[in-house]
């Protein structure tokens, strides 16, 4: 009923930056959390970025000072600014929400498709 989409990974030199986008559509009355994690090969997914609804937000401390994580309530749109890339950024880049299909509803989890990122020159 939720689709994630992500756009705006690629390949890139170390020191460049990426801007990634996650829309949702659907069944989308609100969205509480949002957030970024990442997975790179022969490792677990990890949380890069979280935001909530009211904009406070939490950053790994692997990527803080470099990523920036922010959100368009409006467009149902998260989006993560990355800046100073490096070759250990390298993974596929999942959206995940918090989606509410109605007001009062329970929450229900979704994730995106997966955007890579590949940080190498």
């Known amino acids: 009923q939720v689709q994630l989409v992500e756009s705006g990974g690629g390949s890139v030199q170390p020191g460049g930056s990426l801007r990634l986008s996650c829309a949702a559509s659907?069944?989308?009355?609100?969205?509480?959390?949002m957030a970024w994690y990442r997975q790179a090969p022969g490792k677990q997914r990890e949380l890069v970025a979280r935001?909530?609804?009211?904009?406070?937000?939490n950053v790994a401390d692997s990527v803080k000072g470099r990523f920036t994580i922010s959100r368009d309530n409006a467009k149902n749109t998260v989006y993560l600014q990355q800046n100073s890339l490096k070759p250990e950024d390298t993974a596929v880049y999942y959206c995940?929400?918090?989606?509410?299909?109605?007001?009062?509803?329970?929450?229900?989890?979704?994730w995106g498709q997966g955007t890579q990122v590949t940080v190498s020159s």
């Open positions: 995940n929400a918090d989606v509410a299909y109605y007001r009062g509803s329970y929450l229900h989890n979704y």
């Open positions: 659907g069944s989308v009355f609100s969205i509480d959390a």
């Open positions: 935001i909530t609804s009211g904009g406070s937000t």
